[in-house]
Nanobody, 124 residues
């Protein structure tokens, strides 16, 4: 089985910074797109940032210029560096990944996985 384990959330003051990490582990052949989503209280889950295995990225307009997504393909890990945090960034942040698994030694299948979420709170 595959697991995505996030870390790095916490409480930070407005204008502060945090770095989130998400490591994929298990029976992985390769990892395609990886990304971060968030769900603020009373709102739907939304895309924050996403990256392909080749490093092509896209961001929500609300975080452009403040957040940076990166990955270490050798470690199957994705990061989210967040600076100039605002109270509006308060949310549970979820890691997401498209993982390729070799089944029965011959069939490659891609599955989408979610992490358990990590809380980011921006408050003075």
């Amino acid at each position: 089985q595959v697991q995505l384990v996030e870390s790095g959330g916490g409480l930070v003051q407005p204008g502060g910074s945090l770095r989130l990490s998400c490591a994929a582990s298990g029976s992985i052949f390769s990892v395609n797109d990886m990304g971060w989503y968030r769900r603020a209280p009373g709102k739907q889950r939304e895309l924050v940032a996403r990256t392909t295995s080749g490093g092509i990225t896209n961001y929500a307009d609300s975080v452009k210029g403040r957040f940076a997504i990166s990955r270490d393909n050798a470690k199957n890990t994705v990061y989210l560096q967040m600076i100039s945090l605002e109270p509006e960034d308060t949310a549970v942040y979820y890691c997401n990944a498209d993982v390729v698994i070799l089944q029965r030694g011959r069939n490659y299948r891609t599955y989408n996985y979610w992490g358990q979420g990590t809380q980011v709170t921006v408050s003075s």
